[in-house]
């Protein structure tokens, strides 16, 4: 028998492979190190900070050349912390006390890593993790651990994976993810979630029952895991895998087909991406575009405010890998839930109803400038447009869009190309814009409802807390009822209205928007072929009578039972 | 041996975060002298980022740039300038 390990199924599918773990536990090396004189283990130590910073810079020009910019970053800070000059006299002050190198180096890091740790800043202190990063990195070296030989497939697993981790890991060769902590939103799952790779969390201690190499099963729709499976146990899941490559084969044959109704109304399936690496798995799925590009990445990670050139290069790719399909770039939606260096944050009661997104922008012209010039730009490659996310009412739409008029005439004085006919539109996303949607519409070129906040705010509901998830519903008629008003005041004004959070992906609300006057979903794009079914296997006519139905519904509940259980 | 001694005060906006504290590191490093640098109540050595970064400077804060060796007129003025200059920063 197997061992049998619980936990919650986040990214759905069946992953077979060998486990990797990440955050591994080197307390039984430790244990078993033979420490030699003082001297000499002080020679060791130094010798591998050495190696370990020359090993870093061959990963930092390979991902250099790659164009992995962010990975890259990441590694370059880890080698200026190996090669830093206090860390070498704190690495010797520590084997005169353990006599031990690799003891030595992980409990210099780690006093460095609680200094970070106790400090005010926020940025500081989640530098922390890198602290501990380098110093396992460095004491793997002096114990002999070599990073484990990749060959086949494998599944991650850990309690946390660490930054550096997944930043060295070739990404095909990640069956699925298994991470001890609970967290949806870890930088692991976000990763996994735009590439459709199989992902259980809140594993706890179940990760100590595997060890690196073991073959599992991985059930990202039960959230289970297998370690070493028994051929009984593997057969069993061959059935499940057939089905899965069946499911597969057939979503693949959706691809070229339009996301039309019997009756033969269309609507434009697009992907929400992160980086423009990500539109190529997004053209794999058959998506039309970008219906959110969260330009986020350009600004994390980062010390200073990201420059002009820097982020047009970035948006140009996006844009190009479009083929010809409309790119909507949302501007910087920050704010104190996630401070950078470079944006000054007062401490915040609710960072989500405060300084942040375009109320940012609107203030920092260093910042936004910048990014609007860019975009503007990489315009000229395809088909780009500009959204402002947090909008909430028309004199902040107008304010924007005279920095977009700014910043076409300060590229012209620059003699430097650019789009002149780039659409500029706004998320709805609170409620004001929602109820504001018919004057809103007279000005923008189109909206783009961001459902994850609009229930949020709308119902006063945090989807986070566990106690009061079950309030958080999508087809809440006051909810519905702002949507619907939404789609109905852009098509009046001959605009267009899209939608990009989480319910464009729920393939029993693709009808329902259709019926409304919906022209676009965007999704992260493995969700396309769902939805895209369900509209195929539709009539609008038949959309349209569902949609009365619904509106006469009082329940969100019930409205939700009644489209799960609809028949074409 | 020389040894050489200025004040400053931090006045770029996000004070001596990652890139500053990195630009400082590097400058330092390029000299021969011992460099410290003082502030509240600490004095730490200037080519390490990890000792620098952990003092958490901020805009504002007074500082004593100490140096000792061949170069620690030079080594001094250069440090004290990129604070002044607020590290080409706002």
Known sequence: MADKIKGKGVISGIAVGNILLAGQNLDSFLVNYKPGKVDAEKKKAADALVKVAEALQVSIKKFNEQGLKEQAGILEAHRMMVEDPAMSGAIDEQIDVSKSAPKAV????????????????????????DMRDVGKRIAKYLLGIKEPEIAGKVIVAGREIEPSVIAGLPTDKIAGVILGAGSTTAHAVIIAKTRAIPT??????????MADGDPAILDGDAGEILIRPTDKERKAYDEKIKKQEELKAYYATLKTLPAKTKDGKEVILAANIGSPADVDAANGFGAHGVGLFRSEFVFMGKSDVPKEEDQFKEYKAAVEKCNGNLCVIRTMDIGGDKPLPYIQVDKEENPFLGYRAIRISLQRKDLFMPQLKAILRAGKYGKAAIMFPM????????DAKQFVEDAKMELAHEGKEFAQDVQVGIMVETPAAAVMAPQLAKYVDFFSIGTNDLVQYTLAVDRGNAQISYLYNHFNPAVLRLIKRTIESANKEGKWAGMCGEMASDPNAAILLMAMGIK????????????????????????????????????????KEYLANLKA | MATAEAKATIENKTGIHARPASLFVQTASKFKSKVKIAAKGKEVDAKSILMIMSMGLVKG?????????????EAVATLKKLIDDKFGEE
């Open chain 1, 106 to 129: 992980l409990d210099a890091y780690e006093v460095q890593a609680q200094v970070f740790e106790a400090m005010e800043d926020e940025y500081f202190r989640g530098r922390a993790v």
């Open chain 1, 520 to 559: 676009e979903l965007s999704m992260s794009a493995p969700s396309i072929p769902r939805v895209k079914e369900r509209i195929r296997n539709f009539t609008f006519t038949r959309a349209q009578e569902i949609l009365k139905e619904v509106m006469d519904m009082e329940d969100g509940d019930k409205i």
């Open chain 1, 200 to 209: 259980v969390v809140g594993v706890g201690d179940g990760i100590d029952q």
């Open chain 1, 391 to 398: 909008v909430i009412n028309v004199k902040e739409f107008l």
């Open chain 2, 61 to 73: 804060t007074d500082v004593v740039l100490k140096a000792d060796g061949d170069d620690a007129e």
